[in-house]
């Protein structure tokens, strides 16, 4: 959920490029492309597209191809759904109700953070619906934003041991005691601290070894947010920034202990970062000509998405950077601008819009997965003849990759 915060801001600032007219300019027959290397399914509604401001986001896909989200319409949520290749889109709850991952297991984890409908975290399935977990005192103050495998959620809550109210008896939110938490079950709500210097806390996502990412700042904005790796028996490690960078966020973690996230300047000179077993910090790079990239996602294979100045993008195993643009058929009229998801059979979840549609304004959420490489034709250019080169090696080079991977069935 902390990446949507990210992406939103991404997707609202969205133009609208034509992906044709970038490759026509690099010399390149659009038609003579080497290769369509994914199947791309629309996953978005169209029965809120017209009440602005709108907006519809995918928070967790797991090894099913299992997917979850929820639409945002007047800043206000709407139904949550969730959506698997066999039932298609159905609701989660009505109202309020934030999914923002979904494990093997197909437990979602959700949370609500409402005055008028009340505010709690928990983990739904379609059987059971809502399991709720131990709260905090206060409102707005509590959400589940990750589950693994095993069951555990990660997300943030505040640990006020009571209420404090005001000379005029309004309750007051001590931002204060806004922690980084994991439930372990119901009912074991572990409070994981604060970086020395901050007093705030947020956990992103946590592994299947019970690692824990995610990030840790000052109320009062004294000190830039700076990433964090949680684990039972370290505790809570900076994980530092870029150099002349001041801020730092973990987005995701893998089963190997590598973190993606970016690293910043007070917002600007945004770069994709990975901690490498959460010690070593690399810079990711950004796409030729671009001055920014973030990362949200990454898989056990070691695979990453994110974007690159308004592309999406994905970085492979050996950290090689590619436009998923280049990737994907041009005549499908899709241009892609940011991937917010990876599972471990590679399947991503991508954020763009289609230039052939009647509303080519609206920014759809598109459902990526790999299929296997058509006949290349023969490019006219120098630049295509390179492009189908680096396309089937990276091809090559995924699907020995995966083959090796443990993935779930």
Same mark, same amino acid.
């Given at each position: 959920?902390?990446?949507?915060?990210?992406?939103?801001?991404? %997707?609202?600032?969205?133009?609208?490029?034509?992906?044709? *007219?970038?490759?026509?300019?690099?010399?390149?027959?659009?038609?003579?492309?080497?290769?369509?290397?994914?199947?791309?399914?629309?996953?978005?509604?169209?029965?809120?597209?017209?009440?602005?401001?709108?907006?519809?986001?995918?928070?967790?896909?797991?090894?099913?191809?299992?997917?979850?989200?929820?639409?945002?319409?007047?800043?206000?949520?709407?139904?949550?759904?969730?959506?698997?290749?066999?039932?298609?889109?159905?609701?989660?709850?009505?109202?309020?109700?934030?999914?923002?991952?979904?494990?093997?297991?197909?437990?979602?984890?959700?949370?609500?953070?409402?005055?008028?409908?009340?505010?709690?975290?928990?983990?739904?399935?379609?059987?059971?619906?809502?399991?709720?977990?131990?709260?905090?005192?206060?409102?707005?103050? %509590?959400?589940?934003?990750?589950?693994?495998?095993?069951?555990?959620?990660?997300?943030?809550?505040?640990?006020?041991?009571?209420?404090?109210?005001?000379?005029?008896?309004?309750?007051?939110?001590?931002?204060?005691?806004?922690?980084?938490?994991?439930?372990?079950?119901?009912?074991?709500?572990?409070?994981?601290?604060?970086?020395?210097?901050?007093?705030?806390?947020?956990?992103? $996502?946590?592994?299947?070894?019970? =690692?824990?990412?995610?990030?840790?700042?000052?109320?009062?904005?004294?000190?830039?947010?700076?990433?964090?790796?949680?684990?039972?028996?370290?505790?809570?490690?900076?994980?530092?920034?870029?150099?002349?960078?001041?801020?730092?966020?973990? =987005?995701?973690?893998?089963?190997?202990? =590598?973190?993606?996230?970016?690293?910043?300047?007070?917002?600007?000179?945004?770069? *994709?970062?990975?901690?490498?077993?959460?010690?070593?910090?690399?810079?990711?790079?950004?796409?030729?000509?671009?001055?920014?990239?973030?990362?949200?996602?990454?898989?056990?294979?070691?695979? %990453?998405?994110?974007?690159?100045? *308004?592309?999406?993008?994905?970085?492979?195993?050996?950290?090689?950077?590619?436009?998923?643009?280049?990737?994907?058929?041009?005549?499908?009229?899709?241009?892609?601008?940011?991937?917010?998801?990876?599972?471990?059979?590679?399947?991503?979840?991508?954020?763009?819009?289609?230039?052939?549609?009647?509303?080519?304004?609206?920014?759809?959420?598109?459902?990526?997965?790999?299929?296997?490489?058509?006949?290349?034709?023969?490019?006219?250019?120098?630049?295509?003849?390179?492009?189908?080169?680096?396309?089937?090696?990276?091809?090559?080079?995924? =699907?020995?990759?995966?083959?090796? $991977?443990?993935?779930?069935?």
């Amino acid at each position: 959920m902390l990446k949507m915060k990210s992406l939103k801001t991404t %997707i609202k600032n969205l133009g609208v490029v034509s992906s044709s *007219a970038v490759l026509v300019s690099l010399g390149i027959n659009t038609s003579a492309m080497a290769a369509n290397f994914y199947n791309i399914t629309d996953l978005s509604s169209d029965e809120y597209a017209n009440h602005a401001p709108f907006g519809e986001y995918a928070t967790g896909i797991n090894d099913k191809g299992q997917v979850v989200g929820y639409v945002e319409v007047h800043n206000r949520f709407k139904p949550s759904w969730f959506w698997s290749p066999e039932t298609g889109k159905i609701s989660i709850a009505t109202g309020v109700t934030v999914p923002t991952a979904i494990n093997n297991a197909s437990q979602v984890s959700v949370f609500r953070s409402t005055t008028d409908y009340g505010s709690w975290s928990g983990v739904w399935t379609r059987n059971t619906g809502v399991s709720f977990l131990d709260n905090s005192i206060y409102p707005y103050s %509590i959400a589940a934003y990750d589950i693994n495998n095993v069951g555990q959620v990660v997300g943030f809550s505040n640990f006020s041991s009571e209420a404090i109210f005001d000379e005029d008896g309004q309750l007051i939110f001590p931002e204060t005691q806004d922690h980084a938490v994991l439930w372990n079950s119901s009912t074991d709500r572990i409070d994981l601290g604060t970086l020395p210097g901050r007093d705030r806390s947020y956990a992103s $996502a946590i592994n299947d070894q019970g =690692q824990v990412v995610g990030y840790s700042d000052t109320s009062e904005g004294t000190a830039g947010a700076h990433a964090f790796l949680w684990n039972e028996n370290t505790g809570i490690t900076d994980l530092g920034t870029l150099s002349g960078r001041n801020r730092s966020y973990a =987005q995701d973690i893998n089963n190997a202990g =590598q973190i993606v996230g970016y690293s910043d300047n007070d917002g600007r000179n945004t770069r *994709a970062v990975l901690w490498n077993e959460g010690t070593d910090i690399i810079d990711l790079g950004t796409l030729s000509g671009a001055n920014n990239s973030a990362a949200y996602g990454i898989n056990n294979v070691g695979q %990453i998405v994110g974007t690159s100045n *308004a592309k999406a993008v994905l970085w492979d195993e050996d950290f090689n950077l590619t436009d998923l643009n280049t990737l994907i058929d041009p005549s499908s009229g899709w241009t892609l601008y940011s991937a917010s998801e990876i599972n471990n059979k590679g399947q991503i979840i991508a954020y763009g819009n289609n230039l052939t549609a009647p509303d080519t304004y609206l920014v759809r959420i598109l459902l990526l997965t790999p299929r296997t490489a058509e006949p290349v034709p023969e490019p006219i250019t120098m630049g295509g003849t390179l492009l189908g080169g680096v396309g089937l090696a990276y091809l090559r080079r995924r =699907q020995r990759r995966l083959r090796s $991977a443990k993935v779930a069935g």
